[in-house]
């Protein structure tokens, strides 16, 4: 098994030039769940995409260049979709992929895996499921991102008093490690 530490270099080197992008500044400053960014948020994908892969031993079936660019660029939106359009984003959810993919188009020679796994990430609200298994990866470390970033940040730890302040869920880890 890869050590977290690991996990974040592989991250690293697939994903450098996504990471550096000048673009990568508005992720940092938008809100995607509760207090994360979509900056982090991507970060907290590609990151469990990885551990998945190889929890589940899928390296000899997997292009990790692929799995790991893909979830760094699934939610490539480039809007904080909490004040867009005068806060109309009702469908957001059901667009964003689509606005993902040409955004990475745009910045970033991508192929066909990675564009799929951006623009089918959102499964079934998404009409379209992924083509390659990385698509299938990136969309349920996306949703269990995404739950663990919403829901879980309210629940209590098991164990463990409420800290003063927000209530942090357990997939918080890799944000204290950096």
């Given at each position: 098994m890869l050590s977290d530490e ?15 992008h000048a673009h990568m500044d ?153």
């Open positions: 690991r996990m974040d270099q592989i991250i690293h080197h697939y994903g450098k030039d996504i990471l550096a508005i992720e940092r400053r938008s809100m995607q769940h509760g207090d994360v960014t979509t900056y982090d948020h991507s970060l907290r994908v590609a990151r469990l995409s990885v551990k998945i892969a190889d929890r589940l031993r899928l390296w000899n079936h997997v292009n990790l260049r692929a799995l790991v660019r893909a979830a760094l660029l699934h939610d490539y939106f480039l809007y904080d979709w909490h004040d867009y359009d005068n806060g109309a984003h009702r469908l957001h959810g059901f667009r964003h992929p689509y606005t993902a993919e040409a955004n990475a188009r745009a910045d970033f020679q991508i192929d066909d895996i990675v564009a799929n796994s951006i623009r089918t990430h959102m499964f079934p609200l998404t009409p379209v499921p992924p083509k390659y298994l990385e698509g299938v990866i990136v969309n349920i470390a996306d949703t269990l991102s995404a739950v663990c970033e919403t829901v879980g940040a309210r629940l209590p730890r098991r164990g463990h008093a409420p800290a003063a302040g927000k209530r942090r869920c357990r997939c918080r880890r890799a944000d204290r490690r950096r």
